[in-house]
């Protein structure tokens, strides 16, 4: 018996986890868009479902932010202003010049550059750097979210700490969501697109966290700037 509610318990969890991935994906799409509001039960129908995960679903996007949870009608796309774009900006800044300073004291001896281990996970995150450049060199926005959330995730799990990972991909999701909001308003995306992901890359390879933090610093000026002046019409 022990076993069977194992497995139910599990395939609940991974539906649940699929339901939760698939819609944050129609967020970041722009294809449910800020202020979108919707049920349970339509949530259940449109993917024939169950209500149970579906509800379970949609509480893990609210607690990230991405959704407002109405008690009497359902959930709301949250509409993100300028403010808390910047807001965003600061807290991933601050994240990320955490992770910058661990990788300080990594350099001390802490890790070996050379351990294979560490090499092959360099190489896959240049590889996700590529991809994410090309994306956003295209103007391809669906594509760039894509590899761009992959390209932090495993940047972010080189500096080997997890918590300091995982919050910075819910920030970086909150901070896509924010500017797909925005940048579904320009018909040709090209130029407009952060493409400095393999300078980063490289930068941190050689451990050169001077470049490093001025590539972050002039990728989050560009940010704002960007929301700012779309927002402003």
Known sequence: MAGIGGTGSVTRSTLRQQ???ALRDEVLAGRLQAGREFTVKEIAEQYGVSATPVREALVDLSAQGLLEADQHRGFRVHEYTVDDHRGIVEA????????FQVLDRDMTGRRDPDDPRVAAAVAGVRRRAEEAQRAAGAGDLTVLVGYDLRFWRELGALFGNPYLADFLHRLRVQAWVCTVQHL??????????WARHIELTDALARR???TARAVIAAHD?????????????
Do not use: C, K, N, S
Not at 221 to 233: C, F, N, S, T, V
């Open 19 to 21: 339901l939760a991935d």
């Open 92 to 99: 991933r800044a601050l994240v990320i010049e955490g992770m």
């Open 184 to 193: 579904r308003r320009l018909h040709d995306l090209r130029g407009h697109l």
């Open 208 to 210: 050169d966290l001077a």
């Open 221 to 233: 000026q560009e940010a704002l700037a960007l929301i700012e002046r779309l927002a402003a019409g």
